[in-house]
C-alpha cells in the first residue's frame, strides 16, 4: 500500500453477517484482492513434525473461522490495526506432509516471496516446526533477529527418531544456523517435565533465558514485559507464539498439553507490553482444533494474532508517518 492508498479493511458485520462467507482472517480481504499487503496473513497447514496427537494442520483455518468476530477497534491498544496498515488473507502456502525436508524448503520460499513484498508475515499454524524456515527467510532479510518464544515446551531438543526437523526442535536448528541474536533470545511460558536437567542447561548455553509460567503468575504480566522489552531494545523481534504455552484450561485444542500454564489474560497483557518492540514478523502456532471446545483455543489465538497484528501495524504507520 502506497501511502496516499485507504487501506481496504474487514467486511463490515453489521452488513454482512458475521458468519457468512469463506473466512479469511478478521474477514479481512484476501492479498489477491488487494495486491500487496503491509501485513500478510498466512496459514501454514503442516503438522508432519509432532511427537504427540497430530492436527495442527487444521490450526490456520480453526482461527480463521474463530476471527470472525474480531472488531475493527482495539481498544487495549488505542489503535484500529487494519486502518493503520493494509493487513490482508494469504491464503495457505501448500506443503507437502510426507516429506519433511520438502515442506521446510516450500515454507521458506513462501516466505522470502511475501517478505519480498515488503509484507511482515503473521502466520498461523500448523506445528511448531515451521518456525524455522520461518525465522531462516526473516534473518535472510534483517540479519540475525531477536526471538521471543512463548512455549510450554523449549523446543531447543536436538533430534527425535533421529529426525532433526520436528516441533520441539526448531529452535536448536535456528541457533546453529546462527540466524538468531543470541543477546536476545527468552522463552516465556515453559513449564513441565523435561528429559533431564541437561535440557536447561544445553538451553542457557544456547543464550536463552526462561521466564517459566510460575514467574509470570509472581511477577505479573508487566514486570515481565518490562524485563522482555529491556532485553530486546531496538533489535528486529520475531516473536513465536505456541498456543500450549497457555494452560489446558485456555487452550486445550493443542497437540503437546502441559498443566500449570498462561492465562490468555497473561499472554495479551505481555504482549501489549511489546508494543514498542521493533515486530517484524510473528507466528501462531499448534492450534489443533479436534481437542478444542467450544473454540476456546482458536478464539484465543485469533485475539493473540489480533494482537501482534496491531503491534505491527500501529508501527508501520508511525514510520509512514515520519
Ligand atoms: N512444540 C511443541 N508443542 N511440543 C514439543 C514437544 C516435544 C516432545 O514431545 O518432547
Ligand atoms: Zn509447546
Ligand atoms: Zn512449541
Avoid at 524448503?105 to 520461518?134: F, K, S
Avoid at 542457557?204 to 517459566?212: L, R
Amino acid at each position: 500500500m502506497s501511502s496516499n492508498e485507504t487501506p481496504r479493511g474487514p467486511v463490515d458485520s453489521s452488513r454482512v453477517p458475521r458468519y457468512a462467507g469463506p473466512a479469511t482472517f478478521a474477514r479481512l480481504p484476501r492479498l489477491d484482492e488487494v495486491g500487496t499487503a503491509d501485513i500478510a496473513v498466512v496459514g501454514v497447514p503442516f503438522d508432519s513434525g509432532v511427537s504427540y496427537r497430530p492436527g495442527a494442520r487444521f490450526g490456520g483455518n480453526a482461527i480463521r473461522e474463530a476471527s470472525r468476530l474480531l472488531r475493527p477497534y482495539n481498544p487495549a491498544q488505542d489503535a484500529s490495526p487494519f486502518a493503520l496498515a493494509q493487513v490482508a488473507d494469504g491464503g495457505d502456502i501448500a506443503v507437502n506432509p510426507f516429506n519433511i525436508n520438502e515442506a521446510v524448503e516450500t515454507i521458506e520460499a513462501a516466505a522470502d516471496d511475501l517478505l519480498g513484498t515488503g509484507a511482515r508475515l503473521m502466520t498461523l499454524g500448523g506445528d511448531h516446526t515451521i518456525a524455522l524456515p520461518l525465522l531462516r527467510s526473516v534473518a535472510r532479510k534483517h540479519g540475525p533477529v531477536a526471538l521471543l518464544h512463548f512455549d510450554a515446551h523449549l523446543d531447543t531438543w536436538d533430534t527425535y527418531f533421529g529426525a532433526e526437523y520436528t516441533h520441539g526442535t526448531p529452535f536448536r536448528r535456528a541457533v546453529e544456523e546462527g540466524i538468531l541474536d543470541t543477546s536476545a533470545l527468552s522463552h516465556v511460558g515453559t513449564r513441565g517435565p523435561l528429559y533431564g536437567k541437561q535440557d536447561l542447561t544445553d538451553d542457557e548455553k544456547m543464550g536463552f533465558g526462561i521466564v517459566t509460567s510460575s514467574d509470570v503468575y509472581r511477577r505479573g504480566a508487566d514486570e515481565v514485559a518490562d524485563q522482555l522489552r529491556q532485553r530486546i531494545g531496538d533489535r528486529p523481534l520475531y516473536i513465536s507464539i505456541d498456543i500450549d504455552c497457555l494452560d489446558p484450561a485456555h487452550a486445550p485444542g493443542t497437540g503437546t498439553p502441559e498443566a500449570g500454564g498462561m492465562t490468555s489474560r497473561e499472554l495479551l497483557e505481555i504482549l501489549r507490553g511489546l508494543a514498542s518492540c521493533n515486530l517484524v514478523s510473528a507466528d501462531v502456532v499448534e492450534v489443533a482444533p479436534a481437542y478444542d471446545h467450544a473454540e476456546i483455543t482458536s478464539v484465543a489465538a485469533s485475539h493473540t494474532a489480533y494482537e501482534l497484528t496491531t503491534i505491527m501495524s500501529r508501527q508501520i504507520a508511525e514510520a509512514r508517518a515520519k
